[in-house]
């Protein structure tokens, strides 16, 4: 590099941290309508920033989300179903590569973990992996509504509610229960209700972690000397980084005990007594 270049260079980092500290000393004087243990408070209970349901009921702002992510899903499917699957070709596009790689992914799992019967969970963990991703990305979006005391809310991610969690992690144990009732019977039915914890402890690693996220997120808004720039590169990554893992967690831990429960148990072979040997008699 040139030293032009480097002083160029230098010169554009110097103005964009002079800016930076103008706006941080012009904007730090602003008084906080929250504290910040009401901001954190709410942001888990969602107590005020609450929304209203086609006008004839309050409800978290995650349900709205859910309603937009779940919508948004099914039309594309529905779009790709019609317009592209007919389409679709045996060397495939780049179009048609992500939507084969994506299902793929998924598909390979079940089998991997569950290789005697897949097809069941390979359907619902392909489901569950595509929506948690996508509705945790969605809080990127930054999509905004009306509370019901005026104030403007941005949409978080449907799973933020733990509602929706638990509705998760019990779809996941039903799932289980199937493939071992189908499988083996009352034997696949006990086998499953062993692990009574998992629906539990599905349901609140998937809330804790895309909470706390959320909440690293409020609190590094809710500090002016924090609240430039700092918070796209924080929202951004751990927005990906929860997307990518929570996904992947749940459809695994859903794919690995499916497999347990609905694999065939060999019959015990019953033990043929040996007959007592009869002493000689001289």
Not at 214 to 231: A, D, N
Not at 254 to 270: D, F, R
Request: proline residues 4%; contains cysteine.
């Amino acid at each position: 590099m040139s030293k032009k270049r480097k002083i160029v260079s230098w010169t554009i980092f110097i103005s964009l941290l002079v800016i930076l500290l103008v706006g941080i000393i012009l904007t730090g004087t602003r008084e906080k309508e929250e504290t910040i243990r009401e901001v954190m408070k709410d942001a888990v209970l969602h107590e005020d920033n609450v929304v209203n349901l086609f006008g004839f009921r309050t409800v978290n702002p995650s349900l709205i989300s859910a309603y937009i992510v779940s919508a948004a899903i099914l039309l594309f499917a529905i779009l790709v179903r019609i317009f592209a699957v007919p389409k679709f070709k045996e060397i495939p596009g780049k179009f048609q590569m992500i939507i084969e790689s994506w299902v793929d992914l998924f598909t390979g799992l079940a089998r991997s973990n569950s290789p005697h019967r897949y097809s069941t969970v390979a359907g619902y963990i392909f489901t569950a992996g595509t929506y948690i991703f996508l509705g945790t990305l969605f809080e990127l979006l930054g999509v905004q509504v009306n509370g019901t005391k005026g104030q403007v809310i941005t949409l978080p991610a449907p799973l933020c509610d733990i509602n929706a969690a638990i509705a998760m992690g019990v779809t996941s144990f039903l799932i289980i229960m199937l493939g071992g009732i189908t499988s083996n019977g009352f034997k696949g039915l006990l086998k499953t209700l062993k692990e009574f914890s998992l629906p539990i402890s599905m349901s609140f690693r998937l809330f804790g972690a895309l909470l706390s996220g959320m909440l690293v997120t409020e609190l590094v808004y809710y500090y002016i000397t924090l609240s430039f720039v700092l918070p796209v590169i924080v929202g951004i990554l751990f927005t990906l980084m929860h997307a990518i893992i929570q996904a992947y967690v749940l459809t695994m831990l859903t794919a690995t005990y499916y497999g347990e429960v609905s694999e065939k148990t060999a019959p015990k072979e019953k033990k043929h007594k040996q007959p007592e040997l009869k002493a000689e008699s001289n």
